[in-house]
């Protein structure tokens, strides 16, 4: 049995009852967290300290490690003589054989450091393509891509979701080793096809931010009115005033209706009573939302710039579309036969590639090489 710490401060924000807000990362590894518990590995997860937590029963065997307390101290150098000291000697209390994050950022080498110096395996994961490429640097600066760097030369192994990712961080990192592991998903069999959904609503659902991209979604909205939308969502921490524009906008369509921010237990019963799942971003690395409804038997639609390892395209798990105008005649080219079909198919699908259960044994064997 091998021992895993889990470093990230939005995954604790799935495991409590009343849930919060938590982003595709930590919905990653949290199927990943669930996979080694089920095969009896020993899981921590160092968070932001919480006296309040109430945690669901099925996370009651993941043990809670208090990270720094993020207020304390001056700014910057607080990170010298507290922060990574607590660190160091969280890890070096637990000794767990290998350190997940979820997320490379210039935390990564404070953190691979500490590995390093206590002989503990440092796993980095890749989460998005545009944390690896030049979009970086329209929000990150040279000296964060510098640190990031480091954690990614200082890890034991690194972890890409796609294709595009495996390649530029083998290029980048030759001597590294580095894998491509899809996304794992929780299945619950529970959520049924049923006759309805041919003629229900689309779904929508994500932060409301740049990425995003609502000003498409805004577009494609518009042109199919006689569709209805529902969003699913809350908006970031920090909004764009693109961002802030089309949701305005989408607010005073009559086919469009916001539900808010939905917890987890409501996420799969959403999408699976929706036609389709409608994903308008400028870029992902592989969206845990595209899983969720296939996993539902809710078919994609998906840009060009968002289709991973084009397996929307070459597994025919729904539609690529241009653009807006490109989306409405293919949707409407859709018999409700051909339909039902392709609701089959994506649930085939996610079942076959993405169990956790199935995933997180091909990651512990590619561990087993580290």
């Known amino acids: 049995m091998a021992r895993f710490i889990f470093y990230d401060d939005k995954i604790v924000n799935i495991l409590l009852k009343e849930e919060k807000p938590s982003g595709g990362a930590a919905v990653q590894a949290y199927g990943w967290i669930q996979g080694l518990l089920a095969s009896t590995q020993d899981v921590y997860l160092l968070t932001t300290p919480n006296s309040e937590n109430n945690f669901k029963e099925e996370c009651l065997n993941i043990k809670i490690l208090p990270d ?3 207020s304390k101290g001056i700014r910057w150098v607080r990170w010298v003589y507290y922060r990574i000291p607590h660190i ?3 890890l070096r209390q637990v000794k767990p054989d290998y350190v997940y994050k979820g997320i490379p950022s210039w935390h990564s080498s404070i953190l691979a450091i500490i590995c390093h110096s206590l002989n503990i395996k440092f796993i980095q994961r890749v989460s998005n393509d545009f944390l690896i490429d030049d979009r ?4 990150y600066s040279r000296t964060h891509r510098l640190l990031q760097d480091i954690g990614f030369r200082l890890s034991s192994c690194i972890l890409c979701q796609n294709e595009y990712q ?3 961080i083998k290029r980048k990192f030759p001597r590294k080793t580095v894998y491509k592991i899809s996304n794992p998903i929780v299945l619950n069999n529970s959520h049924t096809i049923n006759d309805t959904k041919y003629d229900s609503y689309i779904s929508w659902l994500g932060l409301f931010q740049y990425q995003k991209n609502l000003k498409l979604l805004y ?9 209805t939308f529902l969003i699913a969502g809350k908006e970031a921490s920090q909004v764009d005033n693109e961002t802030m524009e089309y949701l305005e906008k989408l607010k005073e369509l009559p086919n469009v209706k916001f539900i808010g921010f939905l917890p987890r237990h409501e996420v799969l019963p959403f999408l699976s009573r929706s036609k389709f799942l409608l994903n308008t971003s400028h870029y992902e690395g592989f969206s845990n939302t595209f899983l969720e409804a296939m996993a539902t038997g809710t078919p994609i639609l998906t840009t060009e710039q968002v289709n991973p390892d084009s397996i929307i395209s070459d597994h025919d798990l729904g539609i690529v579309y241009k653009d ?7 949707i409407e080219a859709i018999p409700r036969p051909v339909y039902e079909a392709l609701s089959k198919k994506v649930t085939d699908y996610v079942n076959q590639n993405h169990d956790h259960r199935l995933l997180t044994n091909s990651l512990l064997d590619i561990l087993k090489t580290v």
Do not use: C, M, V, W
């Open 166 to 168: 495996f390649r530029i």
């Open 324 to 330: 807006a105008l490109h989306l409405s005649r293919q």
């Open 136 to 139: 970086f640097f329209t929000k």
């Open 219 to 227: 577009d494609i909205a518009s042109k199919l009115g006689n569709h």
């Open 88 to 90: 160091y000697k969280a």
């Open 68 to 70: 720094y307390e993020p």
